[in-house]
Every structure is written in structure tokens, then in C-alpha cells.
């Protein structure tokens, strides 16, 4: 008979399901459900609710649901306090879990207050990501669970860094309408604007004509850098949600 408290039981089966369907996958897709649309028409900010497939865009294997009090999310809105869970289907085990405090939303010159969140599995935390100091173009860290820095991540930049390369992902006017990416470099890596390699990228895809019209659903293409282990995937899906409330929402 096992003595090992109930606790430490789910701590072990979520390390097992994030493992299961995050350590081989090198892309995903997360989709913003139109949870609350009437809400939304009305002017009311709904919970974001996020359903999680894997590569082929077919299995939905997760979903999380935000927690965050109604009055916070219509007053203080993008910038409000939230946590949110991403749980397996069937199980309800928690493959990880991102929390984001109140902090000033994302501006430049800023000297405190950064915009962050830390991203925990089982209890155990996997890393965070935090808002930097920047002029033009907004830039962000990601840093493990012992705050050593892994990635930056920022939109792709043309004139030297100081501003957003609208035409990254293809032209706005054709292929690349509406779409929107946050590329994934390494730590030390100096050069990151202009055509510098990056090892991954966040991208915000087109949405639907009912979605576009009803709510601020949006949806987002993952891809992983290939040197990635399991708790930095994690952390970079927290950074997905992450940016969602911080850019996407607040543009809509």
C-alpha cells in the first residue's frame, strides 16, 4: 500500500502527462475558444479559454480555462491579474499552470513594474518570463526555474531593431494578412533583428469571419526550438497565453 500523500500522487501523474504530450512534439496549435461571445458583444470581457492540438491540428488533447474575477477583467483589463490551467482531456491532470500578477502593461522606457509570469507543473516551477527594457519594439526573457536566462523573444524588427517588420510572415495585403509572429532566439545570442536566425516563433494566424466579427478569439501556430527539453516547451505555451493577454486582447 503506498503511504505517498495525494499530493504528491498528481505532482507525479502531471509530470507524467506534460511528458507524454509535450516531450516530442516540435510544434502545436492553441486555439482561443469564443467562450462568452454575448458576453463580448455587450462590451464584457469573458474568461480565455484555450483548447490545445497536437502537430496535424486533429488531436485536441488539453484545454485551460482562466481564473480571474469579473470586476478585474472589465476594469483593469489587458493588464489584469490571472491564472490559468492547462489540463489534460479525460484525466483533468494539470500539465502546467501559468500565473500573471498585476503589473503595468507593456510600454517602452519603462524602468519597473515588467509585465511577467511564472509557469509551475505539479507545483514544481518550470521558469518564467519577464518584460525588459526596450525603446521601440517591446522584448521579453524567459529564464528557468533557477533564473538563468534561455530565450529573447520579440517580434521580427527591420531598421536595425527599431521597428516591427510588418512583412515577416509574407505580404499584409496577401499571404500574410493578419498574421503576426513573436520569434524565439537564444539568451546569448547578440544579433536578433533583421534576418538573424531565431529557433522558434509564436504566431498569430487569421481568425474566422464569426470569430473576427462576434469575439476576440484568436488562434496561434507554436513551433519549438529542437534543442528544447520538456520544461522549457512548457514555459514557452505559458508565454503564448501570456502574450495573448498582453498584445492580441488588448488590440481587439
Given at each position: ?8 500522487q ?46 496535424d491540428?486533429?488531436?485536441h488533447?488539453?484545454?485551460?480555462l ?20 492547462v489540463?489534460?482531456?479525460?484525466t ?118 464569426a ?5 476576440d ?36
Open positions: 500500500m503506498s503511504l505517498a500523500a495525494p499530493g504528491t498528481k505532482m507525479e501523474r502531471s509530470s507524467e502527462a506534460l511528458k507524454t504530450h509535450v516531450s516530442a512534439a516540435q510544434k502545436m496549435s492553441i486555439r482561443q475558444t469564443r467562450k462568452g461571445w454575448c458576453q463580448e458583444c455587450m462590451g464584457c470581457e469573458a474568461k480565455d479559454q484555450f483548447k490545445f492540438f497536437k502537430e491540428d486533429k488531436e488533447f488539453a484545454t485551460a482562466e481564473e480571474s474575477n469579473f470586476c478585474i477583467r472589465c476594469w483593469c483589463s489587458p493588464c489584469h491579474p490571472f491564472k490559468l490551467a489540463v489534460e482531456n479525460g483533468n491532470s494539470e500539465l502546467l499552470s501559468m500565473d500573471r500578477p498585476c503589473n503595468c502593461c507593456v510600454m517602452s522606457c519603462k524602468c519597473c513594474c515588467y509585465q511577467q509570469a511564472s509557469v509551475t507543473s505539479g507545483g514544481q516551477l518550470m521558469g518564467s518570463i519577464k518584460e525588459q527594457f526596450f525603446c521601440c519594439v517591446p522584448q521579453f526573457k524567459t529564464y528557468d526555474a533557477e533564473g538563468k536566462e534561455l530565450y529573447k523573444i520579440h517580434a521580427p524588427t527591420c531598421i536595425g531593431g527599431l521597428c516591427i517588420n510588418c512583412c515577416a510572415e509574407g505580404n499584409p495585403c496577401g499571404k500574410g494578412c493578419c498574421k503576426a509572429s513573436l520569434r524565439i532566439y537564444p539568451a546569448a545570442q547578440e544579433k536578433t533583428d533583421g534576418d538573424a536566425p531565431y529557433l522558434g516563433m509564436i504566431l498569430k494566424k487569421p481568425k474566422s469571419l470569430t473576427e466579427i462576434f469575439t478569439a484568436n488562434a496561434f501556430d507554436l513551433s519549438f526550438p529542437e534543442s528544447a527539453n520538456t520544461d522549457e516547451k512548457a514555459l514557452l505555451i505559458g508565454s503564448a497565453m501570456f502574450f495573448n493577454a498582453n498584445f492580441f486582447e488588448k488590440e481587439e
